[in-house]
């Protein structure tokens, strides 16, 4: 396995790999928090789905985690990039035989953003880039993300902290690196990811904490009207943690109290 | 620019490469034959539309093509494969704010394949695995493939060549490293690649021999009965050049006389 610091040369692969060629692979993002990998069963269990889906062996969960986990510093917090490929094969769509999967680990120092990030919230935009329809490939993390690149190049305003993304039909889905979720009425929603989008790792920890505290959850369409009658609205990935939105494109949002609740929560590693 | 013979060692490429992290970037798949390549203003064109649409320069056409044949031998027929990356990049979707391009070249014997696929036909299948309608990437040939490498996972029969793939209403758009081309009463058809499919060079070249040729042309979407009921189909692409199908799935079809008209221009290279 290749790891390396960001600050280090970086690891070099080959340009024959399935990886580059196809995007014939995945990746997670992780925390890496004072020696531990805190959600990796989670991170695993997504990863392990993904190579179900797109025919690599899954690797074995812990193996894999005592790996990443063996490379990184024991202290201080920092973000673990994992991408595993397909491995090396010739020219040609057509899977080789055996699949030996190359796995690529990057080492990140943690963000710090701004505290207001938190307290006050993010202004976020709609994009014109469109989800294709796919249910083959959604709720994956993998390495086919052009439509991700093209939404977040459409803004450069330092500003705006994430944009929305919609599908085919006009749908919220998610943001261009996060996940939404809004309040109506003291009920936590989320849109459904059956048809495309990431199934983040932040998303779902939220969903079973809102669970674990008797907190109603609905899994719904969003289109963009309900968006602007919502209580609230936020995005999470596992990086970010939560943002509050505090304007969409031109509509100023509130902060419910549920959001105040779940920001806490967070904060006190609840979640 | 890195370049090798498939038998040489592979060069190596950072794995911080946006190529591999998200596939940003794009490939074409040439022909060099005694020292040129017989179709590269067209392959170009492709390549500088998919550079506008993916936020890539548009690289010099001349300097391009010159630097490809001076690292290519001048003797015998090869395969080239041509791959443009954004180039490195932190974590993140956001493109650099200058992209410095990556490009990747290989060389590979040109393939010998039965002369029965031409003078005969091939047996050709339907896949499962859907195309999603998607025109923001529609006809460019991008690196995010996994839709042609799960379609062409579904058989390992040595005896099909080729796997047809429709989109999400059922229309057949193309095969998994093919365009399609049918023919009704001496009319030549292949489908629309509006909303998705790679607009191969092949493609190109039989539509504008057939135009030169006074031969009816239309693109029009193709249901599978429209197919079925078809005088003759036939795959293309650049290095298989045109195979009739003689049989797709448990149907057999016929190789009309415009099809034998069409394989003795590829032959005499009129096309």
């Known amino acids: 396995m290749a790891m390396h610091d960001e600050t280090d040369t970086l690891p070099r692969l080959s340009a024959n790999d399935r990886g580059l060629a196809y995007g014939h692979g995945l990746f997670e993002t992780l925390e890496l928090r004072e020696g531990q990998l805190p959600h990796w069963p989670r991170h695993w269990r997504r990863l392990a789905e993904g190579c179900r ?5 899954v690797p074995d969960r812990d193996a894999l985690g005592g790996a990443l986990l063996a490379e990184g510093p024991a202290s201080g917090r920092h973000v ?5 490929t397909a491995g090396t094969g010739g020219r040609g769509y ?9 796995r690529v680990v990057s080492r990140h120092p943690w963000p710090i953003y701004p505290e207001s990030h938190t307290e006050h919230g993010v202004i976020v935009r709609h994009c014109r880039t469109r989800l294709p329809v796919d249910p083959l490939l959604a709720g994956l993390k993998h390495l086919n993300r052009l439509h991700q690149v093209l939404a977040r190049a459409e803004w450069q305003d ?14 919220v889905i998610e943001g261009t690196m996060s996940n939404v979720f809004w309040i109506e009425d003291g009920t936590l929603l989320t849109p459904d990811l059956g048809r495309c989008g990431v199934a983040g790792i932040m998303r779902e920890r939220i969903l079973d904490w809102a669970s674990a505290t008797g907190i109603e959850t609905l899994i719904e369409p969003l289109a ?48």
Not at 94 to 102: D, G, H, K, L, M
Not at 158 to 171: K, P, R, T, V
Request: charged fraction near 25%.
């Open 53 to 57: 889906r797109l025919g690599l062996p």
């Open 224 to 271: 963009p009207d309900r968006l602007r009658q919502a209580d609230g609205l936020f995005i999470c990935n596992s990086v970010i943690g939560l943002w509050p939105v505090r304007r969409l494109d031109n509509h100023e949002m509130r902060i419910p109290s549920l959001m105040r609740e779940l920001l806490q929560a967070v904060r006190e590693r609840a979640c």
């Open 80 to 84: 673990l990039k994992l991408i595993l």
């Open 158 to 171: 330092e500003g705006i902290a994430e944009g929305l993304m919609s599908d085919a039909d006009g749908q």
């Open 94 to 102: 057509r899977p080789p035989p055996v699949i030996e999967p190359v």
